[in-house]
T-cell receptor, first 115, second 111 residues
């Protein structure tokens, strides 16, 4: 039973560029949440996708956008990258995450470095 | 929105001792509180969780207690082992349908 998988593992970009990160949820899960984790901090909620729609959003600018596909996989897009966007980006999946507080399982994350 | 405070930020114990990490939350409507363990360079791993209709939950050496009146919950690890060394995060699921994390506790278990 595959867990949550994310790609790529590491990514290096320069300021102003755009990046796309990918996530495949754990088998049986239909909800995907994205988090940003800066060094030494707890994960910060970016947004959550359920039924191919953004259901909740944290305090992140519109440069952060996402998508969920019919197979429940998801993408996180960040435009106009800033140095401060350097972080570990974590994807977590759960079952029916919007109306029910279900356990979230994390992937290994994508380490994004902005030069 | 929900605000989760966690302390201590660092905790050092001797192998075999107990460790306790405490968190407080602000949203009285919060109903789900998971705890995650994150080893260096690895994913946060769910180790135990508790819902607001339960006061205590135990899984082998790990237990979590919840006091809804005081709005705080705690993680208890007994008979600590070196492999328990990691960063532990508490989190709360609030009425805004988001999972809010604490800042983490670095637990070091000394052999």
């Amino acid at each position: 039973d595959a867990g949550v998988t994310q790609s790529p593992t590491h990514l290096i970009k320069t300021r102003g560029q755009q990046v796309t990160l990918r996530c495949s949820p754990k088998s049986g899960h239909d909800t995907v949440s994205w988090y940003q984790q800066a060094l030494g901090q707890g994960p910060q909620f970016i947004f959550q996708y359920y039924e191919e729609e953004e259901r909740q959003r944290g305090n992140f600018p519109d440069r952060f956008s996402g998508h969920q596909f019919p197979n429940y996989s998801s993408e996180l897009n960040v435009n106009a990258l800033l140095l401060g966007d350097s972080a570990l980006y974590l994807c977590a999946s759960s079952f029916q995450g919007m109306d029910n507080s279900q356990p979230q399982h994390f992937g290994d994350g994508t380490r994004l470095s902005i030069l | 929105g929900e605000n989760v405070e966690q302390h201590p930020s660092t905790l050092s114990v001797q192998e075999g001792d107990s460790a306790v990490i405490k968190c407080t939350y602000s949203d009285s409507a919060s109903n789900y509180f998971p705890w995650y363990k994150q080893e260096l360079g690895k994913r946060p791993q769910l180790i135990i969780d508790i819902r607001s209709n339960v006061g205590e939950k135990k899984d082998q050496r790990i237990a979590v207690t919840l006091n809804k009146t005081a709005k705080h919950f705690s993680l208890h690890i007994t008979e600590t082992q070196p492999e328990d060394s990691a960063v532990y995060f508490c989190a709360g699921w609030g009425s805004n349908y988001k999972l809010t994390f604490g800042k983490g506790t670095l637990l070091t278990v000394n052999p």
